[in-house]
Structure formats: structure tokens, C-alpha cells
């Protein structure tokens, strides 16, 4: 009875193991594929036109880098991200004064490079913060913003992600609030006000931007909500959170659409595991799509690890949009079923296994992001 006994427990944590062990190797494979093909990260990228390597697309990429590097440490990932980071002198891309959210995104690694460096961040991100100070001093003068211009500048939704969670660093790094008020406020602008507000509480989902607001329908009728940029909101939301603490007032208003948006998510998972490019329009996107279903996984993995979402509810849909995840990835380490840049579900299509994105930069982000986050529900 007892070797039975031993041999079932020996079975219970060889299995959580064995799938660990397959987690970290997808991850691994398609990040050394990518450390390899652009063995400098200074190099600027070259997609029709010459880009720094702080952009955007990039700056997702060691989001997900800094992610595994907290389940697998390894020193060439943080020489990688510091040589990166001290190339572009810790900056914004474009400088002190841009507004974009996407010249931000980068110095949101730049502030999880830090304990790597020992250096003080008054040192090192002197740049980063007087970019921020810029920016709550300066109105969006456009003329669809309206009144509360201050506060106008996520004017897509794309932006929360970019630059949201790096309000929150500031605010926790420095213990100035202020970071986290005003960050706070704009989001709240995005989410109440742009376009006459850009999330459908009732429906839990989130519009790109004005442009796709009611009336814009899909061809079915349907309202367009685009997965991956429903996905930028989402991780947005876990990596904001992670700087606050439950009891903030900030905390308490992103935790209940975080779970709003968890539970319409869940109801627009396909069988296989994936999300499609639309999240409810499948006549002209009925193919699997990477990077939205990357991006949910991170969430609700993050979300039941923190007690938000019901394990037995959310578990097997984290499950299945693994294996839908393992699937995507080539022999060589290149991920397929990637949706390029665009706005909607209609940019980059066909997307298909053989596809290749315009950027595979983000896209690797994207798949470290989810597949870290997954590894840690399994521990």
C-alpha cells in the first residue's frame, strides 16, 4: 500500500514537472532563434524604413525577455538587454519630449534592468523620468481629445500597454504618486472618454480606437474587437497591477475590468485553444492567431495565480491555449500564425502557419509573456 501510495505522489509531480520542462523549452527555442538572428541589438530595423531598436515592436520583445529571465537566469540575457539599453542611453526613443506611447514602451525594461546594473536610478533613468514630467505638463492638442487634453493621450489602445505599466514603475521606484495618478487618469480617459469611451463594459471588450466605435460594424454586423489590441489592454492591466497594491484605489478600478474582460474572453476562446484575429467575427478571420492568445494566457495565468480567477474555471482554458502556443512554434525557433502590425483584424491576413509578420520582434514578446506566466501556474 505504501509503494502504491509513493508511486502515486512520484507520478502527481513528475507530470507538473515534465510539462514545466516543455514550457521552458519552447521558450528557450524561440528566444535563442531570436538572439541569434539579431545577434546586435543595436542594429536598427529596416521594415520599409529604417527604425532605432528602441522601438516599439522591440521593446515588447524584452518585455518577454525580462519575463523568462526571472524563471531562467542567464547572464547573456541581461548582457543582451543592458548593451541594448546603454546604446540608446536609456532614453525614450525620440527623446526627453515625445508624447507617443510607443517611443515609452523600452523604458519599461530599462526599469527592470536596473537591479542588474547597481547603480541608483537617478543615475541611469534621469531621462525616462523627465519624460514622464514632460508629458503631464504637456495637453494633446488634437482636436478630438476634448476637454481633458492633460490626460488625452492614449488615444489607442495599443498605448496602455506601452506606457501604462511604466507610469506605475516610476511611481513605485521613486514613491512619487503622482506618476501613478496621472497615468491613472489617462487611462481612465481611454477607457470613459476617447470616442465616447473605448471599453464596452457591458461586453467586456475593448474598441482600438474612435475610428471603430458604434456604428463601425464588421462585415457580419458584428462589433470589431481586435484581439491583440484587447490583448495589449489585458497585460497592461497585470503589468500595472504588479506595482500597485491591492488597495489602491487605481488597483481596485483595473481589477474589475481585468475581470470583465477575463470573463468575455474566455467565452471567445476557440476549441483549439486559440483566439482568432477578431474576437467575435470569424467569417473573413476564421484562422488561429499567436499573439492575442499569447498575451490572454499571460493574463489569466497571472490572474489565477493571484487568487483573481477561479482555477477550475480558467485552468483548462491556460491548458488548452498552450498547446495551441507549443503548435505555433517552427523547427528552427520562428513562430508561425503571427498577425503583422496594423490596427484590426483585417492587417497582415492571410495569417497562416508559413506567414511571416512584417516584425517578429513583438511577436516573440508576445509568446515569452504568456509562455513565462503559464510555467509559473504550473509551479
Known amino acids: 500500500m505504501r509503494i502504491l501510495l509513493f508511486i502515486f505522489i512520484c507520478c502527481c509531480n513528475y507530470a507538473p514537472a515534465l510539462a514545466q520542462s516543455e514550457v521552458l523549452q519552447a521558450a528557450r527555442k524561440t528566444n535563442d532563434y531570436f538572439m541569434a538572428k539579431y545577434a546586435d541589438p543595436t542594429v536598427p530595423t529596416n521594415v520599409k524604413r529604417i527604425r532605432p531598436s528602441s522601438l516599439w515592436t522591440r521593446a515588447v520583445y524584452y518585455e518577454g525577455l525580462m519575463a523568462l529571465q526571472t524563471l531562467d537566469p542567464q547572464e547573456r540575457y541581461v548582457d543582451y538587454a543592458i548593451r541594448w539599453a546603454d546604446y540608446h542611453q536609456w532614453t525614450p526613443r525620440n527623446g526627453v519630449n515625445t508624447c507617443d506611447a510607443d517611443d515609452q514602451c523600452c523604458a519599461q525594461t530599462y526599469v527592470e534592468l536596473l537591479p542588474y546594473t547597481g547603480k541608483d536610478y537617478r543615475q541611469l533613468l534621469g531621462n525616462v523620468i523627465a519624460n514622464l514630467d514632460h508629458q503631464m505638463q504637456t495637453p494633446n492638442t488634437k482636436k478630438q481629445v476634448g476637454a481633458n487634453a492633460l490626460y488625452g493621450w ?118 483549439d485553444g486559440f483566439w482568432h484575429a477578431s474576437l467575435v467575427s470569424d467569417i473573413d478571420y476564421p484562422t488561429p492567431e499567436m499573439t492575442g492568445t499569447a498575451l490572454f494566457l499571460y493574463g489569466m495565468a497571472w490572474g489565477i495565480r493571484q487568487g483573481l480567477l477561479k482555477d477550475a474555471r480558467y485552468r483548462p482554458a491556460c491548458n488548452s491555449a498552450w498547446q495551441a502556443l507549443r503548435s505555433c512554434l517552427h523547427e528552427d525557433g520562428s513562430l508561425g500564425w503571427a498577425q503583422g502590425t496594423g490596427k484590426d483584424p483585417s492587417a497582415g491576413q492571410p495569417v497562416t502557419f508559413e506567414s511571416v509578420p512584417d516584425f517578429e520582434d513583438y511577436g516573440t514578446g508576445c509568446y515569452l509573456l504568456g509562455l513565462t506566466e503559464y510555467y509559473k501556474l504550473l509551479k
Open 154 to 271: 492614449w488615444t489607442w489602445i495599443d498605448a496602455i500597454q506601452m506606457a501604462m505599466p511604466l507610469y506605475m514603475q516610476v511611481a513605485r521606484l521613486t514613491g512619487e504618486m503622482k506618476y501613478r495618478d496621472h497615468a491613472f487618469r489617462m487611462y481612465l480617459w481611454s477607457r470613459n472618454e476617447c470616442g465616447g469611451g473605448l471599453f464596452n463594459e457591458k461586453e467586456g471588450l475593448w474598441w482600438r480606437d474612435a475610428d471603430y466605435v458604434p456604428p463601425y460594424k464588421e462585415k457580419d454586423g458584428q462589433n470589431c474587437y481586435w484581439s491583440r489590441g484587447n490583448g495589449w489592454v489585458y497585460a497592461a492591466l497585470v503589468r500595472a497591477m504588479n506595482q500597485l497594491s491591492p488597495k489602491d484605489k487605481a488597483y481596485k478600478q483595473m481589477k474589475k475590468d481585468f475581470l470583465k474582460m477575463s470573463k468575455a474572453l474566455l467565452n471567445c476562446q476557440h476549441g
